[in-house]
T-cell receptor, first 114, second 110 residues
Framework: EPEVTQTPSHQVTQMGQEVILRCVPI?????FYWYRQILGQKVEFLVS????????KSEIFDDQFSVERPDGSNFTLKIRSTKLEDSAMYFC????????????FGEGSRLTVL | SQQGEEDPQALSIQEGENATMNCSYK?????LQWYRQNSGRGLVHLIL?????REKHSGRLRVTLDTSKKSSSLLITASRAADTASYFC??????????FGAGTRLTVKP
């Protein structure tokens, strides 16, 4: 069964460092998302991406964040200068038909900022 | 708030019992979805219900939607220990991308 894959599964970084989280969405999906979940808390929407551009972003997704689809398969989330409060689980998701359909999530990348 | 809010925050039941979780939201929606998350894992889609639907079933799952009350419920019948997980509702309020609530942590004791 097709799945969304994310790397790395866990990354530890120093505050102020840049981090890139990578995702390979399901191949025929056209809509891509990043969500994050601080330990034990709610799943927060960060950004959605369609047709090679951001279609929606939340207030969390400030200038420190960026997304890119550098090739036909990868979808990346970059945090330019990490803060302690960026420590969370970051989930990538993809969808075939966008908000009208189900989201397929990866297993997440745990980011720990020291 | 823009996302759905689940209730209760935590629920503990015995195997074989039914589990009911509720979700409330504040604006009109096009669809509402329920997801499951095992500890430390990604979310898995369970069921989608559209605003013009009132009830949907999938195996042991039954979802209802009451748009007049802006609420939904997820019923898991004949629960099993393997149903232990967090359950989230998500809505597309304001025609935005899906927003999730804080979830209900369900524990099913064998």
């Amino acid at each position: 069964e097709p799945e969304v894959t994310q790397t790395p599964s866990h990354q530890v970084t120093q505050m102020g460092q840049e981090v890139i989280l990578r995702c390979v969405p399901i191949s025929n999906h056209l809509y891509f998302y990043w969500y994050r979940q601080i330990l034990g808390q709610k799943v927060e929407f960060l950004v959605s991406f369609y047709n090679n551009e951001i279609s929606e972003k939340s207030e969390i997704f400030d200038d420190q964040f960026s997304v890119e689809r550098p090739d036909g398969s990868n979808f990346t989330l970059k945090i330019r200068s990490t803060k302690l409060e960026d420590s969370a689980m970051y989930f990538c998701a993809s969808s075939e038909i966008g908000k009208a359909g189900e989201l397929f999530f990866g297993e997440g990348s745990r980011l720990t900022v020291l | 708030s823009q996302q759905g809010e689940e209730d209760p925050q935590a629920l503990s039941i015995q195997e074989g019992e039914n589990a009911t979780m509720n979700c409330s939201y504040k604006t009109s929606i096009n669809n509402l979805q329920w997801y499951r998350q095992n500890s430390g894992r990604g979310l898995v889609h369970l069921i989608l219900i559209r605003s013009n639907e009132r009830e949907k079933h999938s195996g042991r799952l039954r979802v209802t939607l009451d748009t007049s009350k802006k609420s939904s419920s997820l019923l898991i019948t004949a629960s099993r220990a393997a149903d232990t997980a967090s359950y989230f509702c998500a809505t597309d309020a304001y025609n935005n991308d899906m927003r999730f609530g804080a979830g209900t942590r369900l524990t099913v004791k064998p």
